[in-house]
Structure formats: structure tokens, C-alpha cells
């Protein structure tokens, strides 16, 4: 089993930058592929970007390249999203996920552990 706790969210304004870290712990942090989603009411959870397991492939979703960069600490076990620019419509509940692959995918079906999410809050 891999846990997954998510930190960072909260009320911010828009144009403002945020950052958001994911701890894992549990099996070996560095044998998984780990990856951010949001999610908004009554849509499905979207894939924002991903890493791989040493942090050498790094995939985002075309929507989000200029806004958002990821990286990876393996030796904290943490994974971090940082995105700029922040839009109203950037408010959502963001979730930490991993899947028992070296691959990185946009679909969140194939992950295996989720985060309980934070909640980030964008005002105009």
C-alpha cells in the first residue's frame, strides 16, 4: 500500500502562483509513476502532468505546459506542482495520485493510490 497526503491548497487570488506537495509513504516512493489531477463537481478528475520514476519523463496535459511545472524529490518522498497564473477556473480539488508503472498516463483510471485532495480556491 502507498499513502498520499496532498498540502499547499487554500483561498488564493487570481494571477497569483501556487505550489502544492504530495508526501508519500508506504512501498518504495521511487518504483512509482506519480501524477496530479483536479477535479470539479460533476466532472471527471483531469490529468494536469505527471513524472516518472526518476523524474527523467515528465508529461503534462497540453491545456496546462505554460502554467505548471513539476518536480520530484525522491529522498523526501514528495512530488510538487507549481502553477502560475492562477484563473478563477483553476478552482478545484486537486489530488496526488501513483500507479505501479514507470509510465506516466493521462488517465485516472489506471492509478492505482489517491490522495484525499486539497481544496484550491481561486477569487478574481
Known amino acids: 500500500q502507498v499513502q498520499l497526503a496532498e498540502s499547499g491548497g487554500g483561498l488564493v487570488q487570481a494571477g497569483d502562483s501556487l505550489r502544492l506537495s504530495c508526501t508519500a509513504s508506504?512501498?518504495?516512493?521511487?518504483?512509482?509513476?506519480m501524477a496530479w489531477f483536479r477535479q470539479t463537481p460533476g466532472k471527471e478528475r483531469e490529468f494536469l502532468g505527471g513524472?516518472?520514476?526518476?523524474?527523467?519523463?515528465?508529461r503534462y496535459a497540453d491545456s496546462m505546459k505554460d502554467r505548471v511545472t513539476l518536480s520530484r524529490d525522491n529522498a523526501k518522498n514528495t512530488l510538487f506542482l507549481r502553477m502560475n497564473t492562477l484563473k478563477p477556473e483553476d478552482t478545484a480539488v486537486y489530488y496526488c495520485?501513483?500507479?505501479?508503472?514507470?509510465?506516466?498516463?493521462?488517465?485516472?483510471?489506471?492509478?492505482?493510490?489517491w490522495g484525499q485532495g486539497t481544496q484550491v480556491t481561486v477569487s478574481s
Open positions: 495520485a501513483t500507479r505501479e508503472s514507470n509510465t506516466v498516463v493521462r488517465d485516472a483510471s489506471s492509478y492505482d493510490f
Open positions: 508506504g512501498r518504495a516512493f521511487s518504483i512509482l509513476a
Open positions: 513524472v516518472s520514476r526518476f523524474a527523467n519523463i515528465t
